[in-house]
């Protein structure tokens, strides 16, 4: 007897060898480079997690900002954002306090001890990036992996690639 439901039984298009050596040595690269940057952090009693937010509230005007707004920055869901963000302000990285203007919303600013972290855990963090992924590459293939980038993350998101000239004569050149 025939079940109720019928699945249509579709072959996957399965990567070609060429795609499959490309594929996994970018999930390997990415887990590597992951980990070394996680190890670099931890030298300055930072996960890369904390580096995120301090890296995001550094650069932003007086240092603070409305929770809702960080979380859309760096794409975190709000739960794990606030537990984080817990996490940080008991070990004086940061504040939360309420928005004035908006009673519902919460602003974060980053401390004197935050921003004392991030200015101590930069040189080493930049540093590392260089040494394991920019300087590894030549001016083309950093020109290239930043137009792959914003295609594969306009694609994720579902959203137009937005070109700047750059990445647009990037492409004319490929």
Excluded at 69 to 77: A, K
Excluded at 93 to 104: I, P
Excluded at 139 to 155: C, G, H, T, W, Y
Excluded at 167 to 172: F, I, L, N, P, Y
């Amino acid at each position: 007897m025939a079940s109720a439901y019928t699945f249509a039984m579709v072959d996957p298009a399965w990567l070609d060898e060429h795609e499959f050596v490309m594929w996994r040595s970018f999930f390997y690269m990415r887990r590597d480079l992951e980990r070394a940057l996680e190890a670099q952090l931890a030298e300055h009693g930072l996960s890369h997690a904390d580096y995120t937010v301090l890296v995001v509230l550094s650069e932003t005007e007086g240092t603070v900002m409305r929770v809702r707004d960080l979380g859309e920055q760096i794409s975190w869901e709000s739960s794990r954002l606030a537990h984080h963000l817990r996490r940080m302000e008991q070990r004086g990285l940061l504040v939360r306090s309420d928005a004035l203007d908006d009673r519902r919303g919460t602003l974060v600013t980053l401390t004197p001890a935050g921003l004392a972290a991030i200015r101590e855990a930069a040189p080493g963090h930049v540093d590392a990036v260089r040494r394991y992924f920019v300087d590894l590459l030549d001016a083309n293939e950093i020109e290239m992996l930043a137009s792959i980038s914003q295609r594969v993350s306009a694609a994720v998101k579902g959203v137009p690639l937005v070109e700047t000239r750059e990445t647009a004569a990037a492409a004319a050149e490929g």
